[in-house]
T-cell receptor, first 115, second 112 residues
């Protein structure tokens, strides 16, 4: 199916475990993003990527690692999960219009619980 | 500091009524502003996008306005439906580095 898909949709893990959240888009958008959404904070940018092999830190990158070996995939890894990383994670890709506007397309989210 | 503030935090209205959500921003330099709708358990979906020169844009029963001078935007929903129950997020894009600034959203509940 075309679009942006995240997997898994739900994940429960234990403190200290490594967890990888997957994100795949079929549009070949150059930009991809990872956000976390927590009550009272709205969406906060973790990492983003402007193209394959180019990644940059966002607002809250500590404890996370990303890679972008292919344009269509942008996995997010929690190297040693902590309870504070319990959250809903959204992946997004971005289409930039020539007229200056642009649209971000979001995945359905991954709800992660760290016990 | 570049910020996007939304009000109210939450809103409850009866089906069929109209409502207006507010967004104030201090982001500069400004590129464009968009409103997203986020249904419970889903990712945000774009409703409208407005650049500096646009002061109103409609998408069905949704009408967004932008006053770039006062740095305010509003989202007006006409003849609300139960399916309008969602969070509405105001997002501002900076002209420099294309940085994206999210508001915390307004949670809208439509009662039958």
């Amino acid at each position: 199916d075309a679009g942006i898909t995240q997997s898994p949709r739900y994940k429960i893990t234990e403190t200290g475990r490594q967890v990888t959240l997957m994100c795949h888009q079929t549009w070949s958008h150059s930009y991809m993003f990872w956000y976390r959404q927590d009550l009272g904070h709205g969406l906060r940018l973790i990492y983003y990527s402007a193209a394959a092999d180019i990644t940059d830190k966002g607002e809250v990158p500590d404890g996370y690692v990303v890679s972008r070996s292919k344009t269509e995939n942008f996995p997010l890894t929690l190297e040693s999960a902590t309870r504070s990383q319990t959250s809903v994670y959204f992946c997004a890709s971005r289409l930039k219009h020539d007229r200056g506007g642009d649209i971000q397309y979001f995945g359905a989210g991954t709800r992660l619980s760290v016990l | 500091k570049n910020q996007v503030e939304q009000s109210p935090q939450s809103l409850i209205i009866l089906e069929g009524k109209n409502c207006t959500l507010q967004c104030n921003y201090t982001v500069s330099p400004f590129s464009n502003l968009r409103w997203y709708k986020q249904d419970t358990g889903r990712g945000p979906v774009s409703l409208t996008i407005m650049t500096f020169s646009e002061n109103t844009k409609s998408n069905g029963r949704y009408t967004a306005t932008l006053d770039a001078d006062t740095k305010q935007s509003s989202l007006h929903i006409t003849a609300s439906q139960l399916s309008d129950s969602a969070s509405y997020i105001c997002v501002v894009i900076m002209n420099r580095d294309d940085k994206i600034i999210f508001g915390k959203g307004t949670r809208l509940h439509i009662l039958p």
